[in-house]
């Protein structure tokens, strides 16, 4: 079976060096060999072992020995286009494009169904880690209830390193940068739109419907301080950014925030660059899926097993896909109810004493603040409780971070 | 699609209770209705909503609309013959019997693909937890090195209660049977058996030649000793019992055994009835898979997804197997280097100073006694070492338990 790449970047490279390296076991898999038969890119790649470079798109499009194609571009444009193309003509896609699937995965997925090809974005959520193929086939005989997934490296190392190590959300960033897991423009990853794209791939995949990634509430890491991590090691507890999804009664929810763990919880203990995934079924309980959420080599295996999936599916195809988005499918994330954190100013904190709360100090240098854990209450409740004058709208507030419970 | 259950156990029963409550999502995903249209079991069931139980087995196998078995019986005999006769007749059967697949796996994986259907067997092995699948698809484009599993939650139990409660071998083992969590004769699960087995198929299946679980080394917990625990605490450390396979040149290495994991290991922190299995690749560097590794809805659960993926290839088959067993291929796992934690009495822990051991001691009540960490020795050498008599033979030995490095 011939393949296309389109993009040679990190991604790209891998999957042409696992090709190379595992050709043995990978016709083991597929029961037929695969070649690399094209690869576009509008660089040169003089020194590369592949000598099948081009940097017309039609070349692949137009290949009837291509079967399958990966799409390691990123970006919608001309990805989209591409993708759209590629289907409509029967061949199979596979990517790790993320952004894509997020953004114009439903119509994807009904093209590469109307064509009788496959259209798979393993790559797209979790790095190496298998996560998509097991919410479409061994976790498909449960009714799932929810996900929470630590799906960001850069998020996550740069919150280890306040937690274990002190350094404030600036010098952890910095370092990220230095070590090169975080991008000169960190964006996409700090302020959560990378965590929000993959949770919503999770959520339409998981419940069957379409969720479009920009109507998720969406919180990063900005503005998480070293006094919030030391608040929640008090109780016990670490500070991670999660996505999250559940089903409720005539939708779902979804939303991307800091959130407070306690430690005993399986992600609590999800450190640095890696990722971590927690689905929760009926039957099934809770099942975690761990690994590197990211990299050249273990996103292109997930990419390379995207292929193998393919090429044996090649007569047939793989059956994955959702319903499209519907109004008012995506519930208001503010109804659902949890414990917050607040780190107060302007008060005592002895004032909440006996009034079903939980207060926190920090000790010397930090007189003049303090921090409470709330009753469970919904978003909107809580809002109003900080707007009552004679309640906590008496005070200042600093952060205000949700619990998660084990 | 009609289906057959073999055996209305815990497993069976499971799966008749998810067929019937989640029938939409399973219709969702298989594109068509499953009935459980024939459920084999010698006992009488007057108040289960099923009202299609036989005694006979021929039932099954001689319905030609039954195109799916589930064969939830456990142990070999019937469950050999009946599976072998129904693969032969052209019918997928999918199992959680874990010792019919490590003893008679290779013979029905044959027979299945000679009569192009499918033997699925997800539940064997993590109960819940999407293990199988994800060996043979999502990690098939990675050249696998090393699996570490705890496999047997009966065993992590009772080692948890060991760990955190300080509880004796003998009580955690006597709490677990009164929970539910081992049985009456726990002699295969606190002799290792159940891992040996399930370490054997992952075996077979990750590195693509059968391994045969009676060959492989396998050591209880039974010998483990609150003082084991506390000195490995000492050093940051937790027993855990492990199935652990390697490749290696010529073929693999496989052993089941009590293994002392530094904290940050992610196996250290898979607690009381938890399983978790450690994937190592190439490209893909390390993958955890946690869940609840047994229970009738999780096991019943990893069932319906083998039944769902059955009906799905219904005109093709699921493609995996291994190769034949080889002489040889099994190596001697005493060849493995590994540093050794070794309980000693009849010495002085000074005797050790100075050379490459690291030396530990309980403190009071404990005077008699220490233990030592080797440096890196295979077993073959330390057995040697415990054999000289100016050496480590001088000394009474307690206890000998494999380090694993994080």
């Known amino acids: 079976m011939k393949i296309g790449i389109m993009g040679f970047g990190v991604v790209g490279g891998g999957v042409g060096e696992l090709?190379?390296?595992?050709?043995?076991?990978?016709?083991?898999?597929?029961?037929?060999?695969?070649?690399?038969?094209r690869i576009l890119d509008l660089r040169d790649f003089p020194d590369s072992p592949y000598k099948c470079f081009t940097k017309d798109f039609n070349d692949i499009l137009n290949d009837p020995e291509i079967g399958v194609v990966a799409e390691v571009m990123g970006g919608t444009k001309p990805a989209y286009e591409f993708t759209k193309k590629l289907l409509?003509?029967?061949?199979?896609?596979?990517?790790?494009n993320k952004e894509l699937v997020a953004k114009h995965g439903t119509e994807l997925l009904k093209v590469a169904k109307e064509n009788g090809v496959s259209y798979l974005f393993e790559a797209s959520v979790g790095g190496g880690i298998p996560i998509i193929r097991p919410l479409?086939?061994?976790?498909?005989?449960?009714?799932?209830?929810?996900?929470?997934g630590i799906l960001n490296g850069t998020t996550n190392y740069i919150l280890t390193q306040m937690i274990k190590e002190g350094a404030t959300f600036e010098d952890a960033l910095k370092g990220a940068q230095e070590k090169g897991y975080a991008e000169k423009d960190p964006t996409a990853d700090i302020e959560g739109h990378?965590?929000?794209?993959?949770?919503?791939?999770?959520?339409?995949?998981?419940f069957g419907t379409y969720v479009d990634s920009e109507e998720i509430p969406c919180e990063g890491i900005t503005k998480i301080t070293l006094e919030d991590v030391k608040y929640a090691a008090k109780f016990g507890s670490v500070v991670k950014l999660l996505g999250i999804t559940s089903r409720a009664e005539g939708g779902v929810y979804a939303m991307v925030c800091p959130a407070i763990l306690p430690l005993g919880h399986p992600l609590?203990?999800?450190d640095d660059v890696f990722n971590g995934i927690m689905v929760r079924g009926d039957g099934l309980g809770d099942v975690m899926f761990y690994g590197r959420g990211a990299g050249a080599l273990?996103?292109?295996?997930?990419?390379?097993?995207?292929?193998?999936?393919?090429?044996?599916?090649?007569?047939?195809?793989v059956n994955l896909g959702w319903e499209q988005g519907r109004d008012g499918y995506l519930l208001d994330a503010k109804n659902l109810t949890a414990r917050f954190y607040l780190r107060l100013t302007g008060g005592k904190a002895e004032d909440f004493s006996g009034k079903g709360y939980e207060v926190y100090t920090l000790g010397e240098g930090y007189e003049d603040e303090f921090a409470v854990v709330t009753p469970e209450v919904s978003e909107n409740g809580?809002?109003?409780?900080l707007e009552d004058e004679n309640g906590l709208g008496?005070?200042?507030?600093?952060?205000?971070?949700?619990?998660?419970?084990?």
Chains 1, 2 share one sequence.
Request: glycine residues 2%; charged residues 25%.
């Open 394 to 406: 008496a005070y200042n507030v600093l952060s205000r971070i949700r619990l998660v419970a084990e």
């Open 88 to 96: 409509l003509a029967g061949k199979s896609v596979v990517t790790s």
């Open 194 to 206: 990378d965590t929000c794209r993959k949770i919503a791939i999770l959520a339409s995949l998981a």
């Open 19 to 37: 090709v190379a390296t595992n050709a043995e076991s990978i016709k083991r898999r597929c029961g037929e060999e695969i070649e690399i038969a």
């Open 382 to 385: 809580l809002e109003k409780m």
């Open 298 to 317: 273990p996103t292109a295996s997930a990419v390379l097993s995207d292929i193998v999936d393919a090429v044996k599916h090649k007569n047939s195809r």
């Open 268 to 270: 609590a203990s999800i």
């Open 136 to 148: 479409y086939t061994s976790l498909s005989a449960n009714e799932l209830t929810d996900i929470y």
